[in-house]
C-alpha cells in the first residue's frame, strides 16, 4: 500500500479473492448400503449363468444373464452413476431384486402397517441364513411405531460405523430406491426385502465385469471424449453390474406396507 489512497497490489488482491471451494455437492447422495452389503462376483466374459434345474429333475433349465452389451449407458457424475446402480440392481426388470421374487416368496402385511408378526413371516420365507432386511427409510420407521405400540421397541447393532434397527437379529437396512407409492387404496405404501446373500451359500450375488477399458474402480470406466467448442472437457463414465438371485428362496418380499399409520398414545 502507497500515497494517499492505499490500495493492493494485484497478487495481494489475487490472494484475498482465492476462497476454498467444496467439490459439488450433489442432495441426492445416499449411503448406498445395499452396493456394500452385496457380496461381488467378477464375470469376466461379461455373462454369469445360474442354472435351475427343480426338484427332482424335472423341468427345463433356466439361464438369467446380465443385461444386453447395447444397453445405453448414462453420461453423469460418478454419485449419480453410482445412485442409478443401486435403483438398478433393485428395480431393474431384467436383473433388479424385485423382479426375481417368485410368486411363493411374496406375502402382503395383515393389516396394513408393517407388525413384528410380518416380519416374523417374512423370516420364514428365508430362515436358512438370512442376511438382511432391505427397506425404505420411512417403511422402517413405521415398523418402529408398530414396535414401540407393542411396547417391543427393536434392538440396534452398529455397521459401518452407523445405527441400525434390528429384529430377531437382522438388521432393518434403509435403501431410498424401494420407492414409496400410492396404492389403489390412496394409501402411501412400499415393500420391504429379506435377502441370503453369498454364492456359498445360495443366496444373492452382485455381478461385476472387471478389466474394463478406462477402469478406474471395479466396473467404473471413465473415457475421455475430447474438447468442445467451448473448451469444456468431457468425459463419458460407465458402470457395467447386475445381480443374480441363485435360490428362489435367497429373497422374499413384504408387500402393501403402509408407511403412513400413526398411534396416538395418552
Known sequence: MSGPNPTLGAQAARQLANTTKTPPQWQGTTPRWLVSLLPWTPTEAGTYRVNKVKEGGEGNIGIECSPSDGDELPKAFVDMVKERQE?????????????????????????????????????????????????HPKAIAAFGRECTRRGVPPPTATLFGSPFLTWRGLPLIPCDKLDVYQSDAGRSVSNILLLRTGEKKRGVVGLFQPGIPGEVSPSLSVRWMGINDRGAASYLLSLYCSAAVLAEDAIAQLENVDVGNYHEYK
Open 87 to 135: 435403483r438398478e440392481l433393485i428395480n431393474n426388470p431384467n436383473y433388479g431384486l424385485l423382479s426375481h421374487v417368485v410368486p411363493s416368496q411374496r406375502i402382503s402385511t395383515r393389516t396394513g402397517a408393517p407388525t413384528p408378526d410380518d416380519l416374523d413371516e417374512l423370516i420364514t420365507k428365508v430362515w436358512k441364513e438370512p442376511a438382511f432386511f432391505l427397506a
